[in-house]
Nanobody, 125 residues
């Protein structure tokens, strides 16, 4: 049973920083794609960033240069370091994983079979 446990959300003022963590367990794939998504009230879930087993990363344009995705393979944990946060970054953030033979991007959501519980990020102006 694949499990993803997300932590690290909170409230911060505009321009501040937060780091999210996503600890994965129970998977047996030799390679995987882990990604962060976010969903604001009334909006669709959108992909933020992804990282594959080799460490290749991809970012949505809206976060490029401000967010950094990284991983600790020994701890099976993926991180999302968020800097220069803006009020429009306010959302519930989810991590997700798949082990498909597919290029690693933060989308589409349908190919990610396993999701964490989400953590709220609130950025005030």
């Amino acid at each position: 049973q694949v499990q993803l446990v997300t932590s690290g959300g909170g409230s911060v003022q505009s321009g501040g920083s937060l780091r999210l963590s996503c600890a994965a367990s129970g998977y047996t794939w030799s390679r995987k794609c882990m990604a962060w998504f976010r969903q604001a009230p009334g909006k669709e879930r959108e992909g933020v960033a992804s990282i594959d087993s080799a460490g290749s990363t991809f970012y949505a344009d809206s976060v490029k240069g401000r967010f950094t995705i990284s991983q600790d393979n020994a701890a099976n944990t993926v991180y999302l370091q968020m800097s220069s946060l803006k009020p429009e970054d306010t959302a519930m953030y989810f991590c997700a994983v798949h082990g498909l033979n597919y290029y690693c991007r933060p989308g589409p959501t349908g190919i990610f079979g396993y999701w964490g519980q989400g953590t709220q990020v609130t950025v005030s102006s």
